[in-house]
């Protein structure tokens, strides 16, 4: 279990992190999601030991491993926690199994509990056959097998990754994906892992922190985020495609369309592109739009008109040329209410 209360990190009067408290029990998967610069990379290095924490407490089951009331870090070496980079970071001057070796050797263990242990790593991400080879003479991908082989090898209860998969073509890093989730079932380890990728976070994720600006928007399971987004933020971060966010006034979309589903309210009404469709002619629920895009996707087609300026999107079956005007049908109620600030009304 990995518990963090009330963290926080300055650097230099700037704040990158603040308030975050939350809960990832024992061998659960946490994602760290957002934009750049929102404080993932920051939360990771606190978690290793590589950032000290300027407010709050860091625990790893019943340890704290920092807490910065008492100005106390432990040591990284000491956290039993793994932790693999976006660049592979390997020695170049050292095969592949002297790299997965090394933490061994760091950490003193016996020549024949190393050979085991290496073995088992390399084994596991499918590496033995390189095991001779140098950094060097091996693809990309397979480094980063060879860096999470490398992670794996002392058996830590804590797994951090920070974005390992963007160096990988769109290919590999379905395929790495998969990988990395039987890997973290395997060792039964707690994993943190950071991206900007909502489809790597909702495809491994037990558990997924959405973070803007230094603070979680929401902490729940994938599922959740996607039926019962906390705020605006994460209704259009989250979603493929993300649900449409139609301006609403005085409980009229658009400020002229009056509906009672929306109860008086000012701010967006969240409508998901599948909720949305398109009307043959012009009705008392629908609204006018000019064709942006059409999108096949999973033999049906995404289209994406502008409306007022805004950007709105239906899952829709149509067939043949896109009309020179789109009339988008409204569902009988917004599957969520924003007010202007982006806080859930209902
Ligand atoms: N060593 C540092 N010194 C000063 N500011 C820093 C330092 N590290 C991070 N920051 C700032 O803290 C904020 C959070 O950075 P962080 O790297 O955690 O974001 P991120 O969400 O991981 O972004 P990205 O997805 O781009 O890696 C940013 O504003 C960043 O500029």
Redesign the pocket.
């Known amino acids: 279990m990995i518990t963090l209360s009330h963290l926080g990190k300055t650097?230099?009067g700037?704040q990158?992190v603040s308030d975050i408290s939350l809960t990832v029990p024992e061998g659960a998967f946490l994602v760290l999601l957002?934009p750049?610069?929102?404080?993932?990379?920051?939360i990771l290095r606190m978690l290793a030991g590589l950032e000290h924490p300027t407010a709050g407490e860091i625990r790893f089951g019943d340890t704290a491993v920092a807490d910065a009331s008492r100005g106390y870090v432990m040591e990284p070496g000491s956290r039993n926690a793994g932790l693999v980079f976006q660049s592979y970071a390997l020695w170049p001057h050292m095969t592949v199994a002297g790299n997965v070796d090394w933490p061994l050797r760091v950490a003193n263990l016996g020549r024949e509990e190393r050979r085991a242990r290496a073995a088992e790593a390399m084994e596991m991400l499918g590496v033995a056959g390189l095991a001779a080879r140098y950094p060097g003479e091996i693809s990309g991908g397979q480094q980063q097998r060879v860096a999470i082989a490398r992670m794996i090898a002392p058996r830590p209860r804590v797994l951090l990754f920070d974005e390992p998969l963007s160096n990988l073509d769109a290919t590999l890093r379905v395929e790495m994906r998969t990988e990395l989730m039987r890997v973290h079932r395997a060792t039964g380890a707690t994993a943190v892992y950071?991206t900007?990728d909502q489809i790597e976070a909702m495809t491994m994720a037990t558990h997924v922190a959405v973070m803007n600006g230094g603070r979680i928007e929401q902490f729940d399971p994938p599922e959740r985020l996607l039926s019962d987004p906390a705020s605006a933020f994460v209704a259009r971060f989250i979603g493929t495609p993300p649900a449409n966010l139609i301006p609403v006034q005085a409980g009229a979309w658009f400020g002229r369309m009056p509906d009672p589903a929306l109860r008086g309210a000012t701010g967006h009404g969240m409508v998901r592109a599948e909720d949305l469709a398109l009307a043959d002619a012009p009705g008392p629920d629908t609204f006018a739009a000019q064709p942006v895009e059409v999108v096949p996707m999973a033999g049906r087609r995404l289209v994406t008109g502008l409306a007022e300026g805004q950007r709105v999107t239906a899952v829709t079956d149509l067939a043949g040329p896109v009309p020179s005007e789109l009339h988008f049908r409204l569902p009988p109620a917004p599957a969520a209410i924003f007010d202007p600030k982006g806080n859930r009304l209902s």
């Open positions: 650097f230099g700037a990158a957002g750049s610069g929102c404080g993932k990379t920051t950071v900007h």
